[in-house]
């Protein structure tokens, strides 16, 4: 739901009352989230200061506005979509871009359009399901919550925040995230896109941090419009902004609503600070080795012995510590000596070991 404020109406007072929130105390307690979060939750200030009725209307207005014409169709923010399929949304797109999410979603809804329809199957179907979206500890997490949901919440997801941290793999990101988009409650979610959004727009910074702090969700709570529903909308559309408009490298001003009053443009756009991360390349690391031995436990229906998967990648020691790694996780399990499954999954009869067992 859009509001009618025109985009121009972003003032120099609304960039200046929310900078007034950033303002808060810098000294703090820490927040805990889970490791699959896009971002973890920095120390805070435990009693920040909280801005005054009105300062987020004409930054959430304009945004609304655009939001209205520009969002992008995305079937998890169907009304009809269930909170069930909004958290299975943002567990996927934890550091999974949307168009791979897409078809990975559906299928996935498809198989088990309720918690306990996954919580029924083995773990390892979860695992075989996610197929190629990258870090499938995410597909255990979401299996670890389809049972925790089934047998603790009736089969349905809790609308309350204290109810969805405690779920497996939710933290704080997703669990604001699903009360706000799947419950249409009032919660600041921010993920990577808000978290640049609101650094340039309204700090000046070009904040490439990747930690979320107490006062940066106090910050985004101020921009919201104080109606649950009206603020529901406006988290989606930060978030949208920040996805298609204020991305990371080559952000496109021109056809952004804040341009006028943005204080990072005002300060002259300048640079981040260089956070000294590195992208780390795919190809030889022991992600790629894992991928590779997954793929093959995923693909077959029946456990894998040793010499199959010594197969998918030359050298023996990284072999060895990846195959290690994925058992360390939970990811596959060893159902006879030298032979190895998805979790769930038991050893068939007449399945060789390498030692002949
Ligand atoms: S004007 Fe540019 S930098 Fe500022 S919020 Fe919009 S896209 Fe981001």
């Known amino acids: 739901m859009a509001s009618t404020a025109s985009p121009t109406a972003t003032s120099a007072s609304v960039t200046t009352a929310a900078a007034d929130a950033a303002a808060v105390a810098d ?5 805990s989230v889970d490791a699959a979060e896009p971002a973890a939750v920095a120390p805070v200030a435990a009693t920040a200061a909280r801005p005054g009725p009105g300062a987020s209307t004409a930054f959430a207005d304009a945004v609304l506005e655009w939001y209205a014409t520009h969002a992008r169709d995305l079937p998890w923010r169907h009304p009809e979509a269930s909170p069930w399929a909004v958290l299975v949304s943002e567990i996927m797109l934890q550091q999974t871009p949307v168009n791979r999410v897409l078809p990975a979603w559906q299928a996935w809804l498809d198989r088990w359009p309720a918690p306990s329809a996954l919580a029924a199957e083995p773990a390892g179907e979860a695992v075989r399901m996610w197929g190629r979206l990258g870090y499938p500890r995410r597909a255990l997490r979401l299996h670890q919550a389809a049972v925790a949901i089934t047998e603790e919440h009736h089969g349905l997801v ?17 669990a604001r995230a699903v009360a706000a988009f799947a419950f249409r409650q009032r919660h600041a979610v921010i993920d990577v896109n808000v978290r640049r959004l609101v650094g340039r727009a309204v700090n000046g910074r070009d904040d490439q941090r990747t930690a979320v702090s107490r006062r940066d969700l106090e910050l985004v709570e101020s921009l919201l419009p104080h ?3 009206s603020a529901a909308q406006a988290s989606a559309a930060f978030m949208e902004l920040g996805a298609l408009l204020c991305v990371a490298r080559t952000p496109r001003c021109e056809a952004c609503p804040l341009r006028r009053e943005c204080a990072w443009r005002r300060a002259g756009s300048p640079a981040a600070a260089d956070t000294g991360r590195r992208t780390q390349s ?15 436990l995923r693909e077959s229906p029946v456990p894998v012995p040793q010499d199959v998967l010594d197969t998918v990648w030359d050298e023996p020691v990284q072999r060895g510590r990846a195959l290690h790694g994925l058992l360390d996780d939970g990811l596959v399990v060893a ?23």
């Open 27 to 31: 000294a703090a307690d820490a927040v």
């Open 158 to 174: 809790p609308d309350d925040l204290e109810h969805l941290l405690r779920l497996p793999g939710v933290g704080t990101y997703t």
């Open 227 to 229: 109606d649950a529903e």
């Open 282 to 296: 795919y190809a030889g690391t022991d992600r790629q080795v894992r991928g590779k031995l997954l793929a093959v």
């Open 335 to 357: 159902v006879a000596p030298g032979v190895y499954a998805l979790p769930g999954e038991q050893a068939w009869p007449g399945v060789r070991s390498p030692s002949g067992g």
